[in-house]
């Protein structure tokens, strides 16, 4: 028998298992559960948690064997949606996902919600994450690349416009409508904050036979009819 054929006859599983994130980033997800549900000591001891890493938005993912392993895991689940989930060509991620910010965003996401249907109790997350979150990244991932990568990367088509958006022309202009709209606010802006708010609405108890008010909750004095003008 042939190797070929050996691997052929090799048993095979019809499904492989979701992708395991390596252990700096099973430790970033165990602070994050802490965080949330964890004793006030066990939160406090986190200390600022703006700070915790979250892999799903992998620019706070500052930590170099962090973030290594976190793009070793995105490449797994990358590979994995390829393998269980694409039939078709056009809905294959493209081997340079890396080099596509916008791809590495929501993978990132996308494989963090994956992760977490995976944990549910019941069956429910999964089919949300089945019938709404991973057929609108696929259909996101095709409007944004269209063919520009079918066969090989292609550079980005939008960089021209990108670089002119940035050229000092732009910019300044840019900048110029910024300080006519700060110009245009009123020029002594404290006497502006401290300004008499416009008027609102009165509720008082009024006298039908005289006119006069017996109760203004507001703290207003008194007022007859005749200051009120004529009774309706």
């Known amino acids: 028998m042939t190797t070929e054929q050996a691997r052929r006859a090799a048993p095979t599983p019809m499904v492989y298992a979701f992708p395991v994130p390596g252990e700096h ?18 939160k406090k001891a986190l200390g600022n948690h703006a700070l ?16 290594h392993q ?12 390829n393998r269980e989930y694409t039939w078709d ?8 996902w890396p080099v596509h910010p916008h791809l ?21 997350a999964l089919e949300e994450w089945h019938r709404y979150c991973l057929p609108a990244f696929a259909d996101r991932m095709r409007n944004r690349l269209r063919t520009h990568c079918d066969d090989e990367h292609k550079s980005w088509p939008a960089r021209p416009r990108h670089n002119e958006h940035l050229g000092e022309a732009s910019t300044q202009r840019r900048e110029n409508a910024f300080a ?24 008082v108890e009024v006298d039908l036979d005289t006119g006069e008010i017996k109760e203004d ?6 007022r007859t009819r005749t200051e009120k ?4």
């Open 104 to 124: 590495v965003h929501e993978i990132a996401v996308l494989a963090d919600q994956r992760r977490r249907a995976g944990l549910a109790m019941t069956s429910d």
């Open 25 to 42: 980033v099973r430790l970033a997800y165990r602070e994050l559960h802490i965080a949330i549900n964890g004793t006030e000591e066990q």
């Open 52 to 67: 915790l890493p979250r892999p799903w938005e992998p620019a706070t993912c500052l930590d170099p064997e962090l973030r």
């Open 70 to 81: 976190l793009w070793e895991w995105l490449e797994d689940v990358v590979i994995w949606l």
């Open 180 to 203: 006519h709209d700060v110009d245009a606010l009123p020029v002594n802006r404290r006497a502006y904050e401290q300004s008499e708010p416009p008027g609102r609405p009165r509720l």
């Open 217 to 222: 909750p507001l703290g207003a004095q008194p």
């Open 229 to 232: 003008g004529p009774r309706e």
């Open 89 to 96: 060509v056009s809905g294959l991620i493209p081997s340079c």
